[in-house]
T-cell receptor
Framework: DAGITQSPRHKVTETGTPVTLRCHQT?????MYWYRQDPGHGLRLIHY???????DKGEVSDGYSVSRSKTEDFLLTLESATSSQTSVYFC??????????????FGEGSRLTVL | QQQVKQSPQSLIVQKGGISIINCAYE??????FPWYQQFPGKGPALLIA?????SEKKEGRFTISFNKSAKQFSLHIMDSQPGDSATYFC?????????????FGKGTKLSVKP
């Protein structure tokens, strides 16, 4: 299994509070991604990173920010959590930018509940 | 046009039977079609992938069939086993597309009954 650790694995918080999810990898892969998974929606990309301090928005980036100060860590922050952000969040990594030359490896997910 | 439509949403198959999951797309620029398998409580993992230069790719009991003219592709699981019970996602991306441009279907929950 790819060395990806997500923390926390489970979190319950209240509306309006800030939340940070952490993704830590030991594979030294350049590319890192945050997805959310919701019933009936599949996997949707939130943000991604092509390297340290190099990030970009995905399909559903509103209400989220990310930071990557080290190759191994990619943080996802909800500045002010809302109930619509209740979801399972997955971090993924890849050694390649393109789908042709490398696959995505996913972490085990972080389940966030916003009350 | 960026969507990948997956069906059925759920599927129940008897042990030893054939499981078939279908996906359709509109964007003719898509040319890489992976399938991901996800077990409960785990992240998705790449199962098998195909490019449109072939119409079929087989790996063990898993086969992708691709119909370029119909813009459809499907996953066939032969001799389905209870251990195959999982959620399956199809996906698509375009030539040289970044991993960030991988478009996922909404998933199919497969249950294989013993």
């Amino acid at each position: 299994d790819a060395g990806i650790t997500q923390s926390p694995r489970h979190k319950v918080t209240e509306t309006g509070t800030p939340v940070t999810l952490r993704c830590h990898q030991t594979e030294n892969h350049r590319y890192m991604y945050w997805y959310r998974q919701d019933p009936g929606h599949g996997l949707r990309l939130i943000h991604y990173s092509y390297g340290v301090k190099d990030t970009d928005k995905g399909e559903v980036s509103d209400g989220y920010s990310v930071s990557r100060s080290k190759t191994e860590d990619f943080l996802l922050t909800l500045e002010s959590a809302t109930s619509s952000q209740t979801s399972v969040y997955f971090c993924a990594i890849s050694e390649s930018k393109t789908t042709y030359t490398g696959e995505l490896f996913f972490g085990e997910g972080s389940r966030l509940t916003v009350l | 046009q960026q969507q990948v439509k997956q069906s059925p949403q759920s599927l129940i198959v008897q042990k030893g039977g054939i499981s078939i999951i279908n996906c359709a797309y509109e964007n003719t620029a898509f040319d890489y079609f992976p399938w991901y398998q996800q077990f409960p409580g785990k992240g998705p993992a790449l199962l098998i992938a195909i490019r449109p230069d072939v119409s079929e790719k087989k790996e063990g009991r898993f086969t992708i069939s691709f119909n370029k003219s119909a813009k459809q592709f499907s996953l066939h699981i032969m001799d389905s086993q209870p251990g195959d019970s999982a959620t399956y996602f199809c996906a698509a991306s375009s030539s040289g597309g970044s991993q960030g441009n991988l478009i996922f279907g909404k998933g199919t929950k497969l249950s294989v009954k013993p």
